[in-house]
């Protein structure tokens, strides 16, 4: 299905209506990232701080994962990745260790 065609969908049903401005944000982004429904994906989290700005944070994304999943919407995982020694940067930013994984889902429309 194209994901203008689900949108608009999913706009018909309300499926919208109980997600803040934020949240519908995220989605879209999801959306647009994704390569199909209903399958795991990666996005990266600077191209989310890039649309949200710097002070998101990881609490914050996990909150409206939370409702997304509510809304049968999308899920979202947190994954941290171990890095040695070697590698760690001095900056101590621990955000560039996170990975982000997504489902939109895509099941029937009669919710």
């Keep these: 299905m194209e994901k203008i065609e689900f949108l608009e969908k999913?706009?018909?049903l309300n499926s919208f209506s109980a997600l803040s401005t934020e949240e519908l944000k995220?989605?879209?982004?999801?959306?647009?990232?994704?390569?199909g429904f209903n399958r795991?994906?990666?996005i990266n989290l600077e191209i989310i701080r890039r649309a949200f700005g710097e002070f998101l944070t990881i609490e914050q994304l996990?909150?409206?994962g939370v409702n997304l999943k509510k809304c049968k919407l999308a899920s979202l995982c947190f994954s941290c990745v171990k890095m040695d020694k070697k590698h760690k940067t001095s900056s101590g930013n621990s955000d560039q260790n996170i990975r982000?994984?997504?489902?939109?889902?895509?099941?029937d429309f009669n919710r």
């Design 10 to 12: 999913l706009n018909k």
């Design 26 to 35: 995220l989605y879209v982004l999801l959306l647009m990232s994704a390569r």
């Design 62 to 64: 996990r909150e409206m």
């Design 40 to 42: 795991k994906e990666q």
């Design 100 to 107: 982000l994984f997504f489902e939109l889902y895509c099941d």
